[in-house]
């Protein structure tokens, strides 16, 4: 798939998400700008690890 093509998908996808949900996506497109794309792979695994693990780090937390 083209670039071109990726790009249009997403505002396709874009036109049917919730508003309120519009402000988390740029933030989240905004805070990625600029980053190589080892640290937004690495980042996006530590977040997954740690929404996956969070009611284990909750109980470790108390």
Do not use: F, H
Request: net charge neutral; glycine share 2%.
């Amino acid at each position: 798939m083209t670039t071109k093509q990726i790009k249009s998908r997403i505002q396709r996808a874009l036109d049917n998400v919730p508003e309120n949900v519009l402000e988390e996506i740029l933030n989240y497109l905004e805070e990625i700008q600029g980053k190589s794309a080892d640290k937004v792979v690495m980042s996006q695994r530590i977040r997954k690890i740690l929404s996956e693990d969070k009611e284990l780090l909750e109980k470790l937390a108390q």
